[in-house]
């Protein structure tokens, strides 16, 4: 069926016996099945494929566009999901900074615990050693 808009919708048949003489011969040989239509059925019928042609373009066009608002409402989404992250982030690193100054000072303490404790021991060792003699 020819769908150009110079015959359309006409019915035809082709005299070629394979797809290659087909390709070569482009068509050559055919004959009109139908009448041609009058100038009025084919202006109709062109206008109904244009309209068509239209209404499929137009909803291709509505779902890019859905796409687009569902794509930019998921990126605003990620991005509010990436600044709660980040300053739940921020938090951490805080906390971290905190808890590592309070274990060095957990440390030095320690350190400084076990120092006396040699020290005390050295003293006691020393008056035992004054109290055997």
Do not use: T
């Not at 004959?31 to 239209?54: G, R, V």
């Not at 687009?68 to 951490?92: F, H, R």
């Not at 440390?107 to 050295?122: G, P």
Request: charged share 30%; hydrophobic share 45%; glycine share 0%.
């Amino acid at each position: 069926m020819s769908m150009s808009d110079k015959n359309p919708p006409w019915r035809f048949c082709n005299y070629i016996d394979s797809l290659a003489e087909m390709v070569v011969e482009k068509y050559k040989y055919f004959k009109w099945f139908d009448d041609e239509l009058s100038p009025h059925y084919k202006i109709a019928f062109n206008n109904l494929k244009y309209e068509l042609k239209l209404m499929k373009d137009n909803s291709y066009a509505a779902r890019l566009e859905r796409r687009i608002a569902l794509l930019e409402n998921l990126n605003n989404e990620a991005i509010a999901a990436k600044e709660i992250v980040d300053s739940e982030l921020v938090k951490v690193v805080e906390e971290n900074k905190q808890l590592r100054g309070e274990l060095k000072f957990v440390r030095m303490k320690f350190r400084i615990a076990m120092m006396f404790l040699v020290l005390l021991l050295d003293v006691l060792m020393m008056q035992k050693e004054k109290v055997v003699v």
